[in-house]
Structure formats: structure tokens, C-alpha cells
């Protein structure tokens, strides 16, 4: 499927004028290529103004809705599981990954009352640009803004989306592929299965599945590749290789886009694209639940106070000496995690003294954990209960507690350090 640049210069972005006449010659409309416009759409009715009970730590799409949204697909695939996961179905698995990355679905709250809603100014906005702009700002979701951990892979072979799709494409020499090994074949693993229904989706191939026995998940046991699908992969791996795509060793967010000055000269109709919506800074006063094993205290502190200054409270809270270095993690509202480390680290997106209460991305009911001492790994699990008032304070306050917190160091016998 990567044929085409083989005997390219990979200093810069040169694709072949195969693959150039290719783009050019594609029309992008409500019905195609592939079925992505018309799927996405579909996801959005079904969550719908009210959202939807999400199931999990993740927050995925309630387990109990599964079978009906599946039959709404363009895409629907057979199986034969009692209790089906998202992940049992590739192509709504993809599609929450593209919503989740794109910013029109947030998760709010915490299991088991979490629930998945959609932004409307997002989806307004995501409605509002043309077919071949909608279609582009799904595709950037999937390759810029997406990860795999939106869909619980962190840690898994892929580490970005980017290099899963080159992998399931460095794979698919033949243009029409056999995948009857459900263990080495082409699309082991949920990441693999669930890029190539992303690649069917945006119309690059085509599945063909197989009935599945009892107790068994969706089986494709072919992909067959399409020009539009080659070409598409060749520029896009060519963008790849010259550097001009984003890394993802950091979880910060990527400016501009970098779909549009690659596409753009192809498609002139591709002018506008979908905005990444900031997280707005939050004046009041944060009140928290910090707990530790049975331990907990409730701590408030204004919008203004630094994480830095809420990890010294919280550890002073605890009894604990603030002797080791420390970081804060949360699930951004795109799915990713954001580490924000304290200042003694050397490289991090974020410093604990660099951001205030106010900037943080945690909705009311949301949570963060605070690991502190990288040896021993103390986790502070901290919940955001309100947002109140501002009120006139020199610093955090402990309003309440309970429980004796665990000893920092299990010794037998001070006297002898």
C-alpha cells in the first residue's frame, strides 16, 4: 500500500504524480468516499441533546446501546457475544476515537454516573464547513488530535495513530489480503482492527467479514485495497517522514492545522477547518475531596493558587515531607492524559508552578490523581466537588478530615536512620 514512495526523497513532502492525479481527480461529497460523513453523523443523533450513560473508567459508549447503534451503521458487523464491549464493534470503536479527539463529545462526571455529551458550539461548527472540510476535520481528529489511549490502548504497540495506520498499511502488500489467523494476522490486536475500520470508513478499503461461531467477536478474514485509499496513505506518509507532523512524546496540543496546507492544493474547496475549542479559565473557589487509602480532607483554594501551592497543602495535609518530586495526571476532555509535573523535573509540557486552579481542565465532579515519590508511588486521588464563590483567602484551607493517613516511610526503628 506504501509502493508509491518507495523511491521517493524523504527529506521533504514529495509524492508521485500518481498519487497527485489521484487526489485531484476525488470528489468528496455527503455519500463519499467511504462512509465516514454519513456514520458520524448517525453517532451524533444517537447521543442526541440529553448524552448518554457512558460505561467505564474511559467513559465509552453505554454497553446496553451497543447493538442498536451498530444496526444504524452504514458498517454493521455480525457477532456472536453475550455481553459485547465497544471495542466488539471496530467501527463504532473508531468512530468514538474520531469524536473524542475531534472535541464534540466530552466525558462528564465518573463512572458510574458519568455521561458522554456532546458540545453543540463544536458540532455547530463541525456542520457548518463543506463536505470535503467535514471530511478532513474527521481525518485530522483521527491522525493529530486522536490517541490511542482515548480507546484504553496506552501502552499498547501503537504509539500514536499515525504509526498504527503506517503499520496496518506497510502490511497490505497484495491488493486484496487474506486474515484468516486471528492471532498473527493482519489485524491482531484491537488497535490494528480498529485502524483499518477507520480506513474502510474514510473509503481507503474495503472489509469483507466471515460468520462468526459461537462466542466469538466480529471476524474479518479480507481487505482489499482502493486507489483513493493508496493514495491517500502514500501523502500522508510522506507528510510523516518529512517531519511535518506532530509528536506525540507530549501530551500538549497541536496548533494549526496539518491537514489543510497538505490537501488544500488538491481540494481548493478545503477552506475552512474545525477549531480545537480551549478549556476556559474558571474564577471561584475549588473545593476538593483528597483522599488516600482510607484517609481524606477536604481542602479549597482560589482559582489563582498554583498546583504547586495545592501539593505542598495536600502533603502537609497528609503528614507527609514534600522530599521527593511529584506529578499531577487528568484525563483532558479529549480522552488524553495531561501530566503536569512539579518544577524539579526537567522536561514536561507543564510545571506545578506554571498553573493556577483556574486553568485546569476538570469539570465539576471530575477527578485527578497526584503521584508523589516515583519509588514508592503514592496516589492521591483528588476529586473536584464544587465552584464556588470566590472568597477572600491567603492560600489553601483544610475544611475538613477524616481518617489517619498511612506513614510516609514503614520504618522499624527511627533511631537507627
Not at 458519568?114 to 470535503?132: A, F, K, Y
Not at 474514510?202 to 485509499?229: C, K, M, N, Q, Y
Not at 484525563?331 to 514536561?348: K, S, V
Amino acid at each position: 500500500m506504501l509502493e508509491f514512495i518507495a523511491a521517493q526523497d524523504r527529506s521533504g513532502f514529495d509524492i508521485s504524480g500518481q498519487v497527485q492525479q489521484i487526489l485531484r481527480d476525488q470528489e468528496i461529497d455527503d455519500d463519499g468516499p467511504g462512509t465516514i460523513l454519513q456514520d458520524f453523523e448517525t453517532l451524533l443523533h444517537f447521543i442526541g441533546d440529553d448524552g448518554l450513560k457512558t460505561t467505564g473508567k474511559y467513559q465509552f459508549l453505554p454497553q446496553s446501546k451497543l447493538d442498536e447503534l451498530n444496526l444504524q451503521m452504514s458498517h454493521p458487523v455480525m457477532h456472536r457475544l453475550k455481553r459485547p464491549q465497544q471495542r466488539s464493534f471496530p467501527h463504532l470503536h473508531g468512530l468514538y476515537l474520531v469524536l473524542r479527539a475531534s472535541g464534540m463529545a466530552t466525558g462528564v462526571g465518573a463512572s458510574p454516573s458519568g455521561r458522554l455529551m456532546l458540545d453543540q458550539e463544536t458540532v455547530i461548527s463541525w456542520r457548518d464547513l463543506n463536505p470535503t472540510e467535514r471530511y478532513f476535520a474527521l481525518l485530522e481528529s483521527w491522525l493529530v488530535h486522536g490517541s490511542p489511549e482515548i480507546i484504553a490502548e496506552r501502552g499498547s504497540w501503537a504509539s500514536s495513530c499515525m504509526t498504527s495506520l503506517t503499520d496496518v498499511a506497510f502490511r497490505l502488500r497484495d491488493r486484496r489480503m487474506t486474515d484468516h489467523d486471528r492471532r498473527g494476522g493482519l489485524l491482531y490486536a484491537t488497535m490494528g482492527m480498529t485502524t483499518a475500520a477507520l480506513m474502510e470508513l474514510f473509503g481507503w478499503v474495503r472489509l469483507e467479514f466471515a460468520e462468526p461461531e459461537a462466542g466469538e467477536s466480529v471476524r474479518v478474514t479480507a481487505i482489499e485495497r482502493r486507489d483513493w485509499g493508496d493514495a491517500m496513505v502514500n501523502a500522508l506518509n510522506a507528510a510523516f517522514l518529512s517531519r511535518r507532523w506532530p509528536t506525540f512524546d507530549e501530551e500538549g496540543p497541536v496548533e494549526g492545522s496539518v491537514m489543510q496546507p497538505l490537501f488544500q492544493p488538491y481540494f481548493p474547496e478545503y477552506q475552512r477547518t474545525l477549531a480545537q475549542k480551549e478549556w476556559p479559565y474558571r474564577d471561584g473557589t475549588f473545593t476538593w475531596r483528597v483522599s488516600l487509602g482510607k484517609a481524606w480532607r477536604r481542602i479549597a483554594a482560589s482559582d489563582d493558587v498554583s498546583l504547586d501551592d495545592l501539593a505542598m497543602t495536600i502533603l502537609k495535609a497528609f503528614e507527609f515531607d514534600s522530599d521527593h518530586l511529584y506529578c499531577f495526571e487528568l484525563r483532558q476532555p479529549n480522552g488524553r492524559t495531561l501530566r503536569i509535573a512539579c518544577p524539579y523535573e526537567d522536561d514536561a509540557v507543564a510545571f506545578t508552578d506554571e498553573v493556577a486552579l483556574g486553568d485546569l481542565p476538570i469539570a465539576e465532579g471530575g477527578s485527578m490523581k497526584m503521584i508523589f515519590d516515583y519509588g514508592e508511588s503514592w496516589r492521591f486521588d483528588i476529586k473536584l466537588e464544587e465552584i464556588g464563590p470566590p472568597a477572600e483567602s491567603d492560600g489553601p484551607r483544610i475544611l475538613a478530615q477524616g481518617g489517619k493517613p498511612p506513614a510516609q516511610y514503614d520504618w522499624e526503628d527511627e533511631d537507627d536512620y
